[in-house]
Nanobody, 117 residues
Framework: VQLQASGGGLVQAGGSLRLSCAVS????????LAWYRRAPGKQRELVAR??????????YYVDSVKGRFTISRDNAKNTLALQMNSLKPEDTAAYYC?????????WGQGTQVTVSS
């Protein structure tokens, strides 16, 4: 599985960005897709995850982004998106998309999001 993230940039606090992740390869084996982030000097953090279960997509969000971020997937286009609204300076980080398969986890390269105050 290969993942290619894009959409990062510089935005003022309160603004919005939309991250995209193109997913290719053995996409039928993917159990979950997720966005993580790593801020300077901090550990990697799970931001949002979407899990396929019984034909339904079940989202999960870390508390700090609930109500502001929305994760979505387009199976026809094999893409994962993260709509980020009401951005805060503390959202500044490198964002990574990830695919979880039964026996492995795959990562895309990071895309930088910088929120100025």
């Amino acid at each position: 599985v290969q993942l290619q993230a894009s959409g990062g940039g510089l935005v003022q606090a309160g603004g919005s960005l939309r991250l995209s992740c193109a997913v290719s390869g053995s996409t039928n084996s993917i159990n979950a897709l997720a966005w993580y982030r790593r801020a300077p000097g901090k550990q990697r953090e799970l931001v949002a995850r979407i899990t396929s279960r019984s034909g339904m997509d079940i989202p999960y969000y870390v508390d700090s982004v609930k109500g502001r971020f929305t994760i979505s997937r387009d199976n026809a286009k094999n893409t994962l998106a993260l709509q980020m609204n009401s951005l805060k300076p503390e959202d500044t980080a490198a964002y990574y998309c990830s695919a979880v398969l039964p026996f492995n986890v795959y990562w895309g390269q990071g895309t930088q999001v910088t929120v100025s105050s």
